[in-house]
């Protein structure tokens, strides 16, 4: 993985975890998402929002992708 994928990986998880807590509300900016996500990893680390992000798609797999959709499609729009 390239450091560019796996900081992009991050980031999407650290959204999912946004999402999950309900941290994030959409708005339609990328900055707003990026924030969410970042505040999200320095709360929990990436180690901490992988283990969440892999919990939901343990315990709710269609909820889990909708949300990562949502997550890796926000984040994309940021790049």
């Known amino acids: 993985m390239t450091t560019v994928s796996a900081v992009s990986a991050a980031l999407n998880e650290g959204l ?3 999402i999950l807590h309900s941290d994030y509300i ?24 992988a283990s969440r992000v892999a919990g939901e798609f343990g315990s709710y797999p269609v909820e889990a992708a909708a949300r ?11 790049r």
């Open 16 to 18: 999912f975890v946004a």
């Open 26 to 49: 959409p708005d339609g900016h990328c900055g707003t998402a990026r924030h969410a996500a970042f505040a999200e990893l320095k709360a929990y680390g990436v180690g901490g929002c």
């Open 68 to 78: 990562m959709a949502e997550a890796t499609h926000t984040l994309a729009g940021a």
